[in-house]
């Protein structure tokens, strides 16, 4: 869910809007939701929805695939959010630049299958490690820790639902 003002669907941007609105709405009435949100040229946007229809007591959204820009990143941080990262996000210099300054207990690990491809097949939940391993390397830190703080991560984040 979320907003995609990329030339493809930017027609539909208000329609978009309208049903992002509700469906923000509804999450916050039902309360304790974890929301798993895009943002395709649309950061501004989503963060103002989310702040006005998603109170942090209410729910938690995590920015998926986040390519905003440095202050909207901010933002998004001092909102609550987590950031989920794939392997195709961090071979992107200007995406891995992102992802580098964001705090290392608000990333989460994503493998966005079968939309993305790991060589000529389509990615699958396994192919997860390919991303921590991206991660790793970006971060300067070993696999291992890496894996380690992205399970604590999610333990937080589930663990707020509590």
């Known amino acids: 869910m979320g907003l995609d003002a990329g030339p493809r669907f930017y027609r ?14 509804a999450c916050a009435r039902a309360g304790d939701k974890v929301l798993t949100i895009h943002s395709v040229r649309s950061a501004k946007a989503v963060l103002d929805m989310i702040e006005q229809h998603l109170p942090p ?3 938690t959204a995590v920015m998926h695939w986040f390519t905003g820009s440095a202050s909207e990143a901010r933002r998004a941080v001092d909102m609550g959010c987590y950031f989920s990262v794939n392997h195709e996000m961090l071979a992107n210099p200007k995406h891995a630049a992102l992802v580098k300054n964001l705090p290392l207990d608000r990333l989460l690990t994503e493998t966005d299958g079968p939309f993305t491809a790991l060589g000529e097949r389509p990615a699958k939940p396994s192919d ?3 991303a921590i391993s991206k991660l790793a390397l970006l971060l300067e830190r070993s696999e291992d820790v890496v894996a380690e703080l992205l ?4 333990k937080r984040l589930l663990s707020l639902r509590t």
């Open 128 to 130: 997860v490690r390919t």
């Open 151 to 154: 399970i604590a991560n999610l």
């Open 57 to 59: 007591q209410q729910g």
């Open 12 to 25: 539909s941007f208000e329609t978009q809007k309208e049903v992002f609105e509700r469906v923000l709405t």
